[in-house]
């Protein structure tokens, strides 16, 4: 499996003709001018991402007043008011206006289920999801780039195999399942292994306080995060694996060798710094992601993030959840990508110039 | 490590000491002294509920899970007889009705609030009359008052509710009392979220904390009138993964957790510490019958087959349905044949049983006369077709994605139906689409449904109203049939403002007796109660009905209330988790430090290989 990483453009429409080749000069202002350019582009995706919002999450079939009071006797009298206190009753354009009204004040509408501002339910659920993906995401590209190197330098080795094989048979195994399996095994107890880890959430009821605390909820987060990194640490694996080999084959690699650099030297100082640019952006991207919490496993641990909100929202189906959630993600994924071709084009001299 | 490694651990290390003291904020803001009391010694049992608290308002929350906290912690003019499930005295020690039966007196018995102040009828008042006039909290509870026309209180003990017409359920009426001292000044209830701990009420147990989508804090409430619960706490803990749950049953994260399926319930057996609770349920499930569905003003909506119009086509479908099979293949013999109609066994007083000329029983051949007979003629490929010879009978079956039992359902029912010449095509639909499909815009033959009854049956029968049915622009109603019978609603009409319970309880008979012979819908089974508890940790616990009845899903607070607990060894919850905490600690040092010592000797290894 190859995962290609959304390298920028060589030729970048803005910055191409105002740098030239070898521009040093223009340096500063081109950086500027191409970081507007993507800026721009990228509040455009913003927008447009607000427009389809809207437009896609009333695809989704049924009335919302009848499926959210599902099991719920109600009366005819009760279905008009619920309808008129979620707006359903204004014709569509309306309801669009008043939409892209409200999300321009960043008022991301109420929660038809929870009755509060979807805005605070968000906010709410931003700390576990930081929590739980953020040390993930950090763990699983430190051990992807780590192994994917180690793989890289050595390749064909037992080493190379054994990692690569692995990390993509996990890559392979589904969320849900594994985390399942994980939580049967570690949380529940199998036979004579113990089960050391709750079963549930972030914390208990009488966590400890203060430092105690922190051990607490790590506790309550070996398993998710467990999970988390099994199955997505392989795409840094394979793609730090991928581009470092493409750099051991280089003739500057060969140079520094012939330099009589140490071997440890070679590949820290001279290919590493290189082949890591794909990942930055690899990163990045997923960097947006990480908020958007990781829906499969906050809701086999019951972890109270942004996945389990969006994942109960479209059981409501609950709109405004749904389409506030869908919006801060996509939102976060566009300025990460943004800051990512901006990164890039800091970071390797070779965008610029080309 | 690379030096690039170095930086990203230590960006992890920064990024988690950021955001787990954010994270302990938020439990912070909710949670101001819960952590400092001692814990030796304290009963505390622990319920697992797959369900999230959507509200803890009671004027706001729908949910089963919201309204059956709400159940432990406020009291009502009355509560369901633990025994007969019939309405007897809560917050309402007495009750009487005025000769034209419009005019209900209730006896405010005298309590206390949990902050101590005294329960009135005023509070009740301020309760019912807040629900009447302010548009945001009828969400709950709105159809419970409707039929009001005032509600006063001519001194603190006494509770004066005119009604508009007389009104037979008025002892089941499911409104908590609240106080008023508490939620006179609260301002916009629509946006209140009852979060002041501990929360200020009447029942057995107090709130005193809850965490959104993890759990909720109860504790006993020491000046509950009929004397505090025999347990210290009673904790709700939120699983989003049934399987999760019962992982946590197992483990003894949790001493009870209710309503399970059927996998989930067998999978609890053998346990020596865990007790099976198999109990008969309170849900119906049954075929909905396109018999021509239409809107409110008569115009018909959908896309049905014309042959289910005929009831006997719909009788013959009846008898071609094999209910104990079902019961034994479907729901791994969890559940009861269904010969009755919508209101399920459990409930004795309100069930019809279905018993002589009434009785449909599983005769194919019976079936295929009643087709005979009405001119339905079979073709060469076995198919009937309509007495016109117009259209076959192939038919629909609408059922729910990704639910096995339903997918097993309709192969046992396919076959069944070909044997009567009725050729049946499963059409699998999202629930969204399903619930618009089958409830308002009519595009079903036969569709798969359900339906979970109260002790007093009225909302299930008022579902299968006329005035049910999808409103002229197409919008639902409510409808669980698109029934519309005149036989029907003058029976429903009658039992409405019928006072006599005896004879109530017969017209709501009829009127089962009325959808069991005419079939707008089928019942098939009736679903067993199944629930899972921890006999190391529960001590007693006393279901609803008391001899075979329900613990978590059922109405009232009794079993909750009967609750005993064994004490936990000292340290409870608490000391499991630290020595869980211990080990865990343990084996990520042990894991990291392998991991340290496996990349050195690998660096080491690679570098003397190099040079």
Known sequence: MTVIPDTPPAAEPAAGPAAGPGGERGTGRTVARYALAKIGGAALSIGMVVVATFFLFRLIPGDPAIAYTRDVPLSPEQLDLLRRQMGLDKPLLQQFLDFVWRTLRLDLGTSYEYKRPVTELIAERTGPTLVLVGTGLVIAVSLGLWQGTRAAWRHGSRFDRFSTGLSLVLWSVPTFWLGLLLLMVFAAGVGPIPGIFPTRGMEDIDAPGGPMYLLHVAHHLVLPCLTLVAVVYAQYLLVMRSSLLDEIGQDYVTTARAKGLRDDQVRRRHAVPNALLPTVTLVFIHIGFVVGGAVSVETVYSWPGLGLLFYEAIQGPDFAVMQGTFMVVCTAVIVMNTLADVAYHVLDPRVRSA | ?611
């Open chain 2, 1 to 611: 490590m690379t030096r690039v490694g170095a930086r990203l651990a230590a960006l992890g290390l920064t990024l988690l000491l950021v955001a787990l003291p954010a994270a302990q904020a938020q439990a912070g803001q909710q949670v101001p002294q819960a952590v400092q009391e001692p814990q030796q010694g304290k009963k505390i049992v622990r319920l697992g509920v797959t369900q999230a608290v959507d509200s803890m308002n009671p004027f706001l929350a729908v949910r089963l899970v919201s309204s059956s906290i709400h159940r432990w912690m406020y009291g009502y003019l009355t509560v369901p007889d633990s025994k007969t499930l019939q309405p007897s005295p809560d917050l309402a020690e007495s009750w009487e009705t005025s000769d034209d039966n419009l005019t209900w007196t209730f006896k405010i018995r005298d309590a206390k609030w949990s902050d101590g102040k005294p329960v009135t009828a005023q509070d009740a008042v301020w309760t019912f009359n807040t629900i009447m006039t302010v548009d945001a909290a009828k969400q709950a509870n709105g159809p419970a008052v409707e039929n009001f026309e005032s509600v006063t209180a001519p001194d603190d003990r006494t509770l004066v509710i005119k009604t508009k017409k007389p009104q037979a359920s008025m002892l089941e009426n499911p409104i908590p009392i609240m106080p008023k001292h508490v939620w006179e000044g609260v301002g916009d209830i629509g946006a209140f979220e009852n979060d002041r701990y501990p929360v200020v009420s009447s029942g057995p147990y107090v709130v005193v904390e809850h965490k959104k989508d993890a759990y909720v804090k109860l504790k006993a409430n020491p000046t509950y009138w009929r004397g505090a619960p025999k347990i210290d706490e009673l904790h709700v803990l939120f699983y989003q993964n049934p399987e999760a749950a019962n992982a946590g049953l197992k483990k003894g994260d949790i001493d009870l957790i209710g309503r399970l399926n059927a996998p989930q319930f067998e999978a609890l057996a053998g346990d020596p510490n865990i007790v099976q609770w198999n109990t008969p349920g309170r849900r119906s499930a049954y075929l909905q019958l396109n018999h021509g569905a239409q809107t409110i003003d008569n115009k018909p909506v959908g896309d049905g087959h014309p042959a289910l119009k005929d009831p006997k086509v719909r009788q013959a479908i009846h008898y071609a349905i094999d209910k104990q099979a079902l019961v034994e293949q479907v729901q791994n013999g969890l559940a009861v044949p269904a010969d009755g109609s919508i209101v399920p066994p459990m409930y004795q007083e309100f069930f019809w049983k279905a018993e002589g000329d009434d009785l449909v029983t599983h005769d194919a051949a019976k079936a295929n006369q009643i087709l005979d007979d009405a001119g339905y003629k079979k073709g060469a490929d076995g198919i009937r077709t309509m007495p016109d010879g117009e259209r076959k009978l192939e038919m629909r079956f609408s059922i729910h994605t990704d639910t096995p039992v339903e997918d097993k359902l309709a192969q046992f029912l396919t076959g069944w139906f070909k044997d009567i010449g009725i050729a049946l095509s499963t059409k699998k639909l999202d629930s969204n689409k399903f619930t618009e499909e089958t409830g308002f815009t009519g595009l079903f033959d036969i569709a798969i449904s359900g339906w979970s009854v109260n002790p007093d049956p009225e909302e299930v029968l008022a579902t299968h109203l006329c005035s049910r049915r999808p409103t002229a622009s197409g919008e639902g109603g409510g409808t669980e049939s698109f029934y519309c019978d005149p036989e029907y609603e003058k029976l429903y009409q009658q039992q409405l403002s019928e006072l006599d319970r005896a004879k109530r309880v017969d017209l709501i008979k009829q009127m089962q007796r009325r959808l069991y012979t005419d079939a707008p819908v089928i019942a098939l089974y009736y679903p067993n109660n199944l629930e899972g508890y921890r006999k190391d940790r529960i001590a007693a616990i006393t279901p609803i009905p008391e001899d075979k009845g329900i613990l978590y899903g059922g109405s009232g607070y009794w079993p909750v209330y009967s609750l005993q607990a064994a004490a936990l060894p000292a340290g409870p919850a608490d000391g499991g988790s630290g020595t869980g905490l211990i080990v865990g600690a343990v084996v990520i040092v042990v894991a990291l430090g392998a991991g340290g010592f496996l990349l050195a000797r690998r660096r080491r290894s690679v570098a003397d290989e190099r040079e």
